[in-house]
């Protein structure tokens, strides 16, 4: 009798450690998703890409970037996206993720950032920054619901 139950004990631990194995790598595979996302945008606007605020950021979208005064929506990220593609461009960036939190369908994403960008008179300036984004988990993948950040001073 003692050897079937400590049979049953094994079975049980090893299901649950199978099954806390499978949370943890679907996990890791949600935070490699939402990660992608961050990297797409950011090479996006770096490649010059029109289409990303579209394609990423979801209808609800409402961002706060360090330099404006108040949160913009998607369709106001995307005038301020084509003015500053009128400026200048990014010309190189790399990111530092930091921790990336998933509860059900919303990401909470926090990074650091360095990039530089050359203005219209070929003027060079590199800056770091950080963000925290906020994505949510849609039929067409990860969206932009929100973001705060930009360069340290």
Not at 3 to 12: D, E, P, Q
Not at 75 to 102: C, D
């Amino acid at each position: 009798m003692h050897g079937f139950n400590s049979h049953k004990i094994i079975i049980a631990v090893t299901a649950l450690l199978l099954s806390g194995l499978a949370a943890a790598q679907d996990t890791v595979g949600d935070q490699a998703s939402v990660w992608a996302v961050i990297e797409r945008q950011w090479n996006a606007v770096e490649d010059g890409d029109k289409k990303w605020i579209d394609e990423l950021l979801a209808a609800d979208f409402s961002g706060w970037p360090k330099t404006s005064p108040a949160p913009r929506s998607k369709s106001s990220t995307k005038m301020w996206n084509r003015f500053n593609e009128s400026q200048g461009k990014v010309v190189a960036h790399e990111l530092y993720p930091l921790a990336i939190i998933i509860h059900g369908d919303v990401a909470v994403a926090h990074y650091l950032y360095t990039s530089a960008y050359k203005d219209k008179d070929g003027e060079v300036e590199v800056n770091n920054g950080r963000y925290s984004d906020v994505l949510v988990q849609t039929d067409d993948g990860w969206k932009f619901l929100s973001w705060h950040g930009g360069a340290d001073e």
